[in-house]
């Protein structure tokens, strides 16, 4: 099954040229199914790489996904047109009747930022208070996760001296969990953050489950059952350029900035980076998607009941 987009998203192109699966509204209301609906709060600057990014990875399952598009109320882009905000784009604020079964948080570029001094944080939270009642499931994304898990459970991000870059192996914690179902029993992972999560701090919260994680970076992803949710710090959604892209926009920028490591062959940025982590990024999210399916209300108006 495909995914639902509207033909004008800049997505629909990407996606279909790449082999995955898009309609339109028409087709759409021709099958017979109840699409499930995941929302997007899309806080990247880059707005249309990371909608291509994630309808890429939950556009590749067997299901009709209806995917819409939110951003913070308040808060204006200055690295998107604003027509494509206003075309595509539904603040918050008017999503607060709506039920979906799945929303994306994505990560945002403010780690260095304490969360009570984001100017959209009380609106987060009001975001964050609202999937536990109008969101069957909910995948916080980086700093999105880092979010969630300190709003829940008060763990805290902390700022690491030099910024962890680059694609990093992951061992799988938890072979059984339905989350990593097809999972070998390590992972490579892109990762691009200045803060982390300690795993003292994650053990000592009760009801989260970490999933995946390494030696090098912390943990990765973790499971939140009583929140529904995920968190992951780590990028599985990225490109396979968009750590070359980073590396390259800090260079010509002056900002110091070491290699992406294990990203480029024998770590020579001249070469072309190889991509080592999409097929797992396919796995996490299909099966996410899967779980939904096999958990969410076939009547919207039910999800958030207890």
Same mark, same amino acid.
């Given at each position: ?91 918050? &604020? ?5 039920? !979906? @079964?799945?929303?994306?948080?994505? *990560?945002? #570029? $403010? ?11 009380d609106e987060l939270r009001r975001v964050m208070d609202w999937s536990q009642t109008n ?104 490109? &396979? ?5 980073? !590396? @390259?926009?800090?260079?010509?920028? *002056?900002? #110091? $900035? ?49």
């Amino acid at each position: 099954m495909p995914i639902k987009i509207p033909s004008d998203l800049p997505a629909y192109d990407v996606l279909r040229r790449e082999g995955v699966m898009v309609m339109g509204e028409e087709e759409a209301h021709r099958q017979d199914i109840r699409p499930l609906r995941i929302a997007l709060l899309n806080l990247m600057p880059k707005k249309i790489q990371t909608e291509n990014q994630f309808a890429r990875l939950i556009g590749a399952t067997p299901l009709q996904i209806e995917l819409s598009l939110l951003r913070m109320s308040d808060h204006r882009t200055r690295n998107t047109a604003a027509k494509h905000m206003e075309s595509f784009y539904r603040p918050v &604020s008017e999503a607060w009747q709506e039920k !979906y @079964d799945g929303l994306i948080i994505t *990560g945002a #570029p $403010i780690e260095h930022m304490d969360f009570d001094e984001v100017t959209y944080w009380d609106e987060l939270r009001r975001v964050m208070d609202w999937s536990q009642t109008n969101v069957h499931s909910t995948f916080g994304v980086c700093w999105g996760g880092m979010a969630m898990i300190n709003h829940f459970h008060g763990v805290r991000k902390h700022l690491l001296a030099h910024k962890a870059f680059g694609c990093f192996r992951h061992r799988n914690l938890d072979p059984a969990s339905p989350y990593l179902r097809g999972f070998s029993d390590d992972c490579v992972v892109p990762v691009s953050r200045w803060t982390e999560m300690k795993q003292a701090e994650v053990d000592a919260a009760p009801g989260l489950v970490t999933l995946l994680g390494s030696d090098e970076v912390g943990p990765c992803l973790i499971e939140d059952a009583t929140h529904r949710a995920l968190y992951v710090f780590n990028h599985f959604e990225y490109d &396979s350029d968009t750590l070359k892209q980073e !590396y @390259d926009r800090d260079m010509e920028s *002056g900002t #110091p $900035i070491n290699v992406p490591c294990n990203y480029y062959p024998d770590d020579d940025p001249s070469r072309r980076p190889l991509n080592r982590w999409r097929s797992h990024a396919h796995l996490l999210y299909g099966n996410w998607i899967n779980e939904i399916y096999q958990s969410t209300p076939f009547d919207l108006d039910r999800i958030g009941e207890a």
